[in-house]
T-cell receptor, first 111, second 113 residues
C-alpha cells in the first residue's frame, strides 16, 4: 500500500525567507503527484501537479520537483509571505485513480 | 466557471442516524471522488464515481455509500452514524483533459454527538 510522508510536520519562518517542504512516498508506480494548500476549516486548493514523466513544475513563487526513483518530491516557496501560512499537503495518484495523501506540513510565516 | 459545490457545509447528527451529503462538480467534469479528513487519520479516500458508476473504492465499511446522477452530481450517505464518523468530508472533481488534477470543494463538516 502506498504510504506518503511529509517532513516537517510544522514549520515557522520569518517573512521573506525561502523554504522547502518535503514529501516522500513508498511506491514509485505513480500517475502523478499534486501539492495542495489547505486553510483552516477549508477545502483543498491545488497548487501544482507533476506528471510521472516530469521532473518539476513552477507557478509563480512555487516550484515543485519530483524524483520518482527515490520516491521524493519537494515544494520550494520563494520569498515567503504571511499569506502563505496554511497546511501544505502532497498527494500521489496511482493508476487506480485515487489519491494517497501525506499528513501535511503546517506552515506559519511570521511578519 | 463555478467550482465544486458541497452541501450542507455543516451538520450535526446523533449516533445511529444517517446522513446524506451532496456534491456538484465543476461543469463538464464527470469524475467525482470523496474523501474523509480527520485529525487522527488525515485524508482518506472513500470512493470515486465516473459516469454514474463507482470506479474505485477505499477501505471503508459498507455504512458508507454513494451514487452519481446523470448530471454528474454525487451524493454520499453514511448510515448508522458513529462518533468516529465526525469529520470533514471533501468532494473532488476531475475533468477528462485535466491530466488527473483534482479540484476540491469546501467540504461538509459532520459532527456526530
Amino acid at each position: 500500500k502506498q504510504e506518503v510522508t511529509q517532513i516537517p510536520a510544522a514549520l515557522s519562518v520569518p517573512e521573506g525567507e525561502n523554504l522547502v517542504l518535503n514529501c516522500s512516498f513508498t511506491d514509485s508506480a505513480i500517475y502523478n503527484l499534486q501539492w495542495f494548500r489547505q486553510d483552516p476549516g477549508k477545502g483543498l486548493t491545488s497548487l501544482l501537479l507533476i506528471q510521472s514523466s516530469q521532473r518539476e513544475q513552477t507557478s509563480g513563487r512555487l516550484n515543485a520537483s519530483l524524483d520518482k526513483s527515490s520516491g521524493r518530491s519537494t515544494l520550494y516557496i520563494a520569498a515567503s509571505q504571511p499569506g502563505d501560512s496554511a497546511t501544505y499537503l502532497c498527494a500521489v495518484q496511482t493508476g487506480a485513480n485515487n489519491l494517497f495523501f501525506g499528513t501535511g506540513t503546517r506552515l506559519t510565516v511570521i511578519p | 466557471k463555478a467550482g465544486v459545490t458541497q452541501t450542507p457545509r455543516y451538520l450535526i447528527k446523533t449516533r445511529g442516524q444517517q446522513v446524506t451529503l451532496s456534491c456538484s462538480p465543476i461543469s463538464g467534469h464527470r469524475s467525482v471522488s470523496w474523501y474523509q479528513q480527520t485529525p487522527g487519520q488525515g485524508l482518506q479516500f472513500l470512493f470515486e464515481y465516473f459516469s454514474e458508476t463507482q470506479r474505485n473504492k477505499g477501505n471503508f465499511p459498507g455504512r458508507f455509500s454513494g451514487r452519481q446522477f446523470s448530471n454528474s452530481r454525487s451524493e454520499m450517505n453514511v448510515s448508522t452514524l458513529e462518533l468516529g464518523d465526525s469529520a470533514l468530508y471533501l468532494c473532488a472533481s476531475m475533468g477528462l483533459n485535466s491530466a488527473g488534477e483534482l479540484f476540491f470543494g469546501e467540504g461538509s463538516r459532520l459532527t456526530v454527538l
